[in-house]
């Protein structure tokens, strides 16, 4: 059974950082797209950041230049740097996983949420001004 479990969330001020994590169980993390979403009240989840297969990676344009997102396979955790953190970044963010393989970021990009199979709980994240 796969599971994903965020962790990291919290509240910070403008212009702080705050690093989440994903850790997985049951699954195999090195060949399929993995990436963070983020859902605020009245809007649907979009797409952060997705890292794919030879570690592509692609974001959403409100975050390039200030987040990263990697992975760790020998701990079958993944993980995204926010930095410069702005208010319009609240929200809960959610760690995603793809049941396809051997796809680059762009693609699982592209498609969104529907590429993706398996969902964390979510972590809220708070930026004060």
């Known amino acids: 059974q796969v599971q994903l479990q965020e962790s990291g969330g919290g509240s910070v001020q403008s212009g702080g950082s705050l690093t989440l994590s994903c850790a997985a169980s049951?699954?195999?993390?090195?060949?399929?797209?993995l990436g963070w979403f983020r859902e605020t009240p009245g809007k649907e989840r979009e797409g952060v950041a997705i890292i794919g297969t030879s570690r592509t990676t692609s974001y959403a344009d409100s975050v390039k230049g200030r987040f990263i997102i990697s992975q760790d396979n020998a701990n079958n955790t993944l993980y995204l740097q926010m930095n410069n953190l702005k208010p319009e970044d609240t929200a809960i963010y959610y760690c995603?996983?793809?049941?396809?393989?051997?796809?680059?970021?762009?693609?699982?990009?592209?498609?969104?949420?529907?590429?993706?199979?398996?969902w964390g709980q979510g972590t809220q994240v708070t930026v004060s001004s």
């Open positions: 049951g699954y195999n993390f090195d060949r399929n797209c």
């Open positions: 995603a996983a793809t049941t396809r393989q051997y796809a680059a970021s762009w693609y699982c990009f592209t498609r969104g949420r529907d590429e993706f199979t398996y």
